[in-house]
């Protein structure tokens, strides 16, 4: 897809196949995490966070469920633990919701607790 300009905090259908193990395939939605200023000069990949529909209560930091609204047409949860960048040409179609900045910026919470390095002392 070229031409189309990204916002983060958007979620899109992507394809996300082919699958390897335990990673998510097939055609699903994903939130786009990217910072803006990259998004903003047509970086040729965008890291992504994948959606499912399999919910699990619970169960954060490692998912964060995602109301039914707009064009996301299933509750869904957000796979914190399987971020990745994904070429932009696997989007498809138009964004089917943003979920605002709330909701991002606990998304964002989310993903430092899940890559947090302690500071050390030198």
Same mark, same amino acid.
């Given at each position: 897809?070229?031409?189309t300009i990204?916002? #983060?905090? $958007? &979620?899109w259908l992507a394809s996300l196949n082919p699958q #390897? !193990?335990? /990673?998510?395939?097939k055609i699903r939605p994903v939130l786009i &995490?990217? @910072? #803006?200023?990259?998004? $903003? =000069? @047509?970086?040729?990949?965008? &890291?992504?966070?994948p959606l499912t529909t399999n919910l699990i209560d619970d169960a954060e930091?490692?998912?964060i469920r995602i109301k039914a609204e707009d064009k996301l047409e299933k509750n869904s949860d957000l796979l914190i633990d399987q971020v990745r960048a994904i070429d932009n040409s696997r989007f498809i179609g138009s964004p089917l919701l943003n979920i605002g900045l709330n909701k991002? @910026?606990?998304?964002? /919470? =989310?993903l430092h607790q899940l890559i947090y390095i302690p /500071?050390? !002392?030198d």
């Open positions: 897809m070229t031409n990204f916002t #983060q905090g $958007d &979620i #390897q !193990k335990s /990673e998510p395939g &995490i990217q @910072n #803006q200023y990259l998004l $903003d =000069a @047509n970086h040729s990949t965008t &890291i992504v966070v930091p490692l998912r991002l @910026n606990y998304v964002i /919470e =989310a /500071e050390t !002392k």
